[in-house]
């Protein structure tokens, strides 16, 4: 589909974000209200995960014009993991040009669960969706550098300037989701039999465990998010990360696949683009406003977090930021919070 439309002017959303000190009473009340929520399981595929806190919650929202309001455990370090898809996405769309990677990769929803090997046979070897496993593996392999150490330096150091501060691997969980991975090797292998990626299928693995093990907090995918919402620019370092159309190109992905099998329903209730990961991230962008950050390791059947998927559906409403709304969002007026649709 060629819509030739990239030289018109797009607008943002419309309505504003209300005061800081309303942000803050609105995240407090998102917390409050979904701590004590107990469904989900932590996700334990990836061994060392299976150790980690269930009570652990953080939420932060963070404004285009660098304002950040967390509550909880905003500031609790956790592996990024499927959340880094959407920042290497915009990296080599950067790098490599909107049309390329979408021949490579595609645009799509799978219909089918992130690390599905059918989804990539069903489809002759093309991958579809660059935030599912096979899609994600195949982006990392169009990272710039000669060699996978120049990849991983490149994917580092391009994902810190999103998140505004400098991000570190955790070795433990890289090391041990590596010896854990046959499964994305076998993807990978899959997509090289394809003719779909042209590097080393297992260094490409390895490029992107590393990248999914990266320590980011709930503020961290917050900043993250909000250089997205702010035409590619970091609110809190003010520099320019990606230009504005690869902004609009990953938000657009996110839109419809960010939350694999669930991301209809999502769009439905919630109406943002959003990535979620395993290790119980979400991040959520409001294009033109912020994005907000929430970190709570129990998952539903997805692999979405639980607790994280009602705060920012609370969030959304409250603080007016659905995309498909067409009137003005006034906060003063919004709609009472008893009449919201919980997200099963
Ligand atoms: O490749 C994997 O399976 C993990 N490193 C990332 C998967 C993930 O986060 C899926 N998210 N909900």
Same mark, same amino acid.
């Given at each position: 589909?060629?819509?030739?439309?990239? *030289? =018109?002017?797009?607008?943002?959303?419309?309505? /504003?974000?209300?005061?800081?000190?309303?942000?803050?009473?609105?995240?407090?009340?998102?917390?409050?209200?979904?701590?004590?929520?107990? *469904?989900?399981?932590?996700?334990?595929?990836?061994?060392?995960?299976?150790?980690?806190?269930?009570?652990?919650?953080?939420?932060?929202?963070?404004?285009?014009?660098?304002?950040?309001?967390?509550?909880?455990?905003?500031?609790?370090?956790?592996?990024?993991?499927?959340?880094?898809?959407?920042?290497?996405?915009?990296?080599?769309?950067?790098?490599?040009?909107?049309?390329? =990677?979408?021949? !490579? /990769?595609? /645009?799509?929803?799978?219909?089918?669960?992130?690390?599905?090997?059918?989804?990539?046979?069903?489809?002759?070897?093309?991958?579809?969706?660059?935030?599912?496993?096979?899609?994600?593996?195949?982006?990392?392999?169009?990272?710039?550098?000669?060699?996978?150490?120049?990849?991983?330096?490149?994917?580092?150091?391009?994902?810190?300037?999103?998140?505004?501060?400098?991000?570190?691997?955790?070795?433990?969980?890289?090391?041990?989701?590596?010896?854990?991975?046959?499964?994305?090797?076998?993807?990978?292998?899959?997509?090289?039999?394809?003719?779909?990626?042209?590097?080393?299928?297992?260094?490409?693995?390895?490029?992107?465990?590393?990248?999914?093990?990266? !320590?980011?907090?709930?503020?961290?995918?917050?900043?993250?998010?909000?250089?997205?919402?702010?035409?590619?620019?970091?609110?809190?370092?003010?520099?320019?990360?990606?230009?504005?159309?690869?902004?609009? *190109?990953?938000?657009?992905?996110?839109?419809?696949?960010?939350?694999?099998? !669930?991301?209809?329903?999502?769009?439905?209730?919630?109406?943002?683009?959003?990535?979620?990961?395993?290790?119980?991230?979400? =991040?959520?962008?409001?294009?033109?406003?912020?994005?907000?950050?929430?970190?709570?390791?129990?998952?539903?059947?997805?692999?979405?977090?639980?607790?994280?998927?009602?705060?920012?559906?609370?969030?959304?409403?409250?603080?007016?930021?659905?995309?498909?709304?067409?009137?003005?969002?006034?906060?003063? !007026?919004?709609?009472?919070?008893?009449?919201?649709?919980?997200?099963?």
């Amino acid at each position: 589909m060629d819509l030739d439309v990239t *030289d =018109v002017e797009q607008q943002v959303s419309t309505g /504003v974000l209300p005061g800081a000190s309303r942000i803050d009473e609105l995240v407090d009340d998102a917390h409050a209200r979904y701590r004590d929520l107990e *469904d989900g399981r932590v996700a334990d595929y990836i061994p060392v995960l299976a150790g980690v806190d269930p009570r652990l919650f953080g939420l932060c929202v963070a404004e285009v014009g660098g304002g950040l309001h967390g509550a909880g455990d905003a500031g609790v370090e956790f592996s990024v993991q499927s959340i880094s898809k959407a920042f290497v996405y915009a990296l080599v769309c950067e790098a490599a040009g909107h049309e390329g =990677v979408r021949d !490579r /990769v595609g /645009v799509n929803n799978t219909g089918l669960p992130f690390n599905s090997v059918m989804a990539v046979e069903l489809n002759d070897g093309h991958p579809m969706n660059p935030m599912v496993n096979a899609g994600a593996i195949a982006t990392t392999a169009l990272v710039p550098g000669t060699t996978p150490a120049e990849q991983w330096e490149n994917v580092r150091t391009g994902l810190s300037r999103f998140a505004g501060r400098q991000l570190e691997l955790d070795g433990e969980v890289y090391r041990s989701e590596s010896e854990t991975n046959a499964r994305n090797k076998a993807i990978a292998r899959l997509l090289q039999s394809y003719g779909r990626i042209d590097v080393d299928p297992l260094d490409a693995v390895d490029v992107y465990t590393r990248q999914c093990a990266l !320590r980011v907090s709930a503020q961290d995918l917050a900043v993250m998010g909000a250089t997205l919402a702010d035409g590619g620019v970091n609110p809190l370092t003010g520099e320019r990360v990606v230009s504005a159309q690869v902004c609009r *190109d990953t938000l657009a992905v996110l839109a419809s696949t960010g939350m694999y099998e !669930r991301s209809g329903e999502w769009l439905f209730e919630i109406g943002l683009p959003a990535k979620s990961g395993v290790a119980g991230g979400i =991040v959520a962008v409001a294009p033109g406003k912020g994005a907000i950050g929430t970190f709570s390791p129990p998952l539903d059947p997805a692999g979405n977090s639980v607790r994280g998927q009602r705060a920012v559906a609370h969030l959304s409403r409250s603080l007016g930021l659905n995309v498909f709304a067409s009137s003005v969002h006034v906060p003063e !007026r919004a709609e009472p919070l008893e009449r919201q649709v919980p997200l099963a």
